[in-house]
């Protein structure tokens, strides 16, 4: 009787180690975004309770205190969509800032900066690069979500951030 309870706990856990058809194929295209050329050293990837968290700095992508997109990181997004478009889990594309106050007339605050440059990542991977738009949606944090000090410069580097959480689940309407 033990025995047998030992050997249903150990087939729990095997299932549990084995990775579904979704987590295999987003496993293979975030290897791929982070050996391509375009986003070499610019993308870090962490886990995340909903699947993988592909995290770009800010600098890569917009001018400070911008929401435009800079010319030099239209091909990082393209890979982006390209990749994101081969998956079929939601996607919460999430703007972070450091904690230094805006200092243009355009944005009232940093949360503001931050749901502008995450709706601006959105509407570029569905207008330009076909993501499904019903796969989406877009998040601004300000500086309330920081990953490291905003006392270093370094810190607030990695603090200025926009994360791409994909799920590894499928779309369930």
């Known amino acids: 009787s033990t025995q047998s309870r030992s050997s249903a706990a150990s087939d729990v856990y095997k299932r549990q180690l084995v990775a579904t058809p979704e987590e295999l194929l987003l496993d293979e295209v975030v290897r791929g975004l982070v050996r391509d050329p375009a986003l070499e050293g610019r993308i870090r990837v962490n886990p995340d309770a909903r699947g993988v968290r592909l995290s770009l700095g800010s600098s890569v992508l917009f001018k400070p205190g911008k929401d435009q997109v800079l010319e030099s990181a239209l091909e990082a997004v393209a890979k982006l969509g390209a990749a994101l478009g081969r998956l079929e889990g939601q996607i919460v594309i999430e703007g972070h800032t450091d904690n230094t106050a805006v200092g243009t007339r355009g944005f009232h605050s940093n949360w503001e900066l931050s749901t502008a440059r995450a709706t601006e990542v959105l509407e570029q991977l569905v207008e330009l690069h076909g993501v499904d738009p019903v796969r989406l949606s877009a998040a601004g944090y300000g500086q309330y979500r920081p990953v490291a000090t905003n006392r270093t410069t370094?810190?607030?580097?990695?603090n200025r951030r926009i994360?791409?959480?994909?799920s590894s689940e499928r779309n369930t309407p």
């Open 154 to 158: 370094q810190g607030r580097a990695l």
């Open 163 to 166: 994360d791409v959480v994909v």
